[in-house]
């Protein structure tokens, strides 16, 4: 699966003491020089001139410091405090509180070495992290933590910890502001999908909408000779084979692709929920489900029958693994295996995960509406690969955002069925479904082909204050 290209920029803190030696300070930057060259990082930090050794120690430090992070806070990330020694807690706090960034923080200690406790190479910086956090803590600032308490920054474990750390930063960056689109209303048959858009308001995510008629109103005015129509349905043809397709319908899909995509231009939205069951099958005469599946694959996920909530866990989801992300249903039950069930959808995942893509009809919406009515429906089985699944749901009744997130697999088990599929094992799963069920989510989930609850649980629970479950590799919360 392709990723999400963006060059990471981190803010660095390095964090000095007095009376510990000062080298230690100068060693860690050529560490982290060599590190971030090596995973694409730009640093934005004092340089050793600024400060002694370009380290933050005195109020005077931090206010240098502070003042070069403003300068570039629409650029920065996150922020790394490395704790070459035990360095000033209240150098990074100040250094911190001051810049007004509100970006995820990772504090990262050196190890001392046993055969170097003199006072020449001493460090202590596995006490001075403590302190560092107990400061944090005091003044309301979040921040991550290192697997290890102490940890080189060319070790393998910190080159994971970091990985996590700017998709964490992705996931909380990425949500500030988010901006998504429903078109058209929820199904009348899917209270399910019911949020709250005051409390997504609340939490700096606004939706904007659309009434249907006026998406098939624009696209049945279209001339299918029109630039963009063409240009559309050139796209449709070289994204994925349609045999039996009738020409007609892929045109009539294409004018509805350029209408959608004017229309979320034209109100900068990343991502969108759509009415796709069953006024537009009845009134247009063709399912959605392709062009949703052309704007997940490119990082602008749409989710079916205007789950907007599934819409956003979709694109926190894609912000945490750098891959597309699908919303399926938790949908049947495979054979007597407790840990197994089929995931599923008529037909709109990105094309990522379907390696034997074709656009087809939707059969079940045929055998009530004419199946000539549901061409653009797609086909296509996603096969073994790691799974994280996930859920963003808006509790109304208490006024807060909810969610969930575990990990599992999909297997190649034997699925003989339509549409888009998976066969997924998730460990416990009775027991994951149980609290589905009893906290009232949605039955549509996310997934992933990525190993990434560890990021989501710290983006959404740590900084950004949603309650959140963890459901571990037995299953429990």
């Not at 998504?180 to 899917?190: E, I, Q, S, T």
């Not at 963009?228 to 004018?255: C, F, H, N, T, W």
């Not at 799963?429 to 009893?438: A, D, G, H, N, T």
Request: charged content about 20%.
């Amino acid at each position: 699966m392709k990723g999400i290209q963006k060059t990471p920029v981190l803010g660095v803190i390095y964090g000095n003491r007095d009376f510990f030696p000062d080298q230690l300070v100068t060693e860690a930057r050529a560490d982290l020089a060599r590190l971030f060259e090596e995973m694409g990082i730009r640093a934005v930090q004092l340089g050793d001139q600024d400060t002694k050794l370009g380290g933050v120690e005195t109020h005077a430090d931090a206010r240098k410091c502070a003042e070069l992070f403003r300068r570039h806070r629409d650029e920065i990330d996150g922020v790394l405090v490395c704790l070459p020694n035990f360095g000033d807690e209240k150098g990074v706090l100040d250094a911190l509180r001051l810049s007004g960034l509100d970006v995820p923080v990772l504090i990262q200690a050196y190890p001392d070495r046993p055969d170097e406790l003199s006072p020449a190479r001493r460090r202590d910086a596995f006490c001075g992290k403590i302190s560092v956090c107990n400061n944090l803590v005091q003044a309301g600032i979040r921040f991550s933590l290192t697997r290890s308490h102490v940890v080189h920054p060319l070790s393998a474990g910190f080159r994971r910890d970091l990985q996590v750390f700017l998709a964490v930063c992705r996931v909380v960056n990425g949500l500030r502001g988010l901006r998504l689109g429903a078109v058209g209303a929820r199904p009348g048959a899917f209270n399910t999908v019911r949020y709250s858009e005051k409390i997504l308001e609340r939490h700096g995510i606004s939706v904007t909408t659309v009434d249907l008629s006026e998406v098939l109103g624009a696209a049945g005015k279209l001339d299918a000779r029109h630039p963009a129509v063409v240009a559309k349905l050139d796209e449709i043809r070289s994204y994925a084979p349609a045999p039996g397709v009738p020409e007609e319908k892929l045109v009539q899909m294409a004018k509805l692709g350029v209408v959608l995509a004017d229309w979320m231009n034209t109100h900068h939205l990343q991502a969108t929920a759509i009415q796709c069951w069953t006024s537009l099958q009845r009134h247009y005469g063709c399912n959605v489900c392709t062009l949703m599946s052309m704007m997940s694959e490119r990082f602008l996920p749409s989710a079916c029958e205007v789950d907007i909530t599934g819409a956003l866990t979709m694109y926190a989801m894609q912000l945490a693994s750098g891959t597309p992300a699908a919303l399926v249903d938790w949908n049947n039950n495979y054979g007597d295996d407790p840990e197994k069930c089929v995931l599923f959808h008529c037909g709109n995942w990105a094309k990522s995960f379907l390696p034997d893509i074709r656009i087809a009809n939707a059969p079940i919406l045929g055998s009530i509406l004419g199946v000539e009515n549901t061409y653009g429906a797609l086909e296509g089985r996603t096969p073994a690969g790691p799974l994280t699944y996930g859920r963003i749901t808006s509790a109304d009744a208490e006024g807060r955002l909810r969610c969930y997130v575990g990990e599992g697999e999909l297997t190649n088990d034997e699925l003989q069925t339509f549409g888009n599929r998976a066969v997924a094992r998730v460990p416990r799963l009775q027991e994951v479904l149980r609290f589905v069920c009893r906290n009232g989510f949605e039955h549509h989930v996310v997934m992933t082909c990525s190993r990434t609850a560890s990021v989501l649980a710290e983006a959404w629970g740590n900084y950004l204050g949603w309650d959140v479950t963890v459901f571990q590799a037995d299953g429990m919360p």
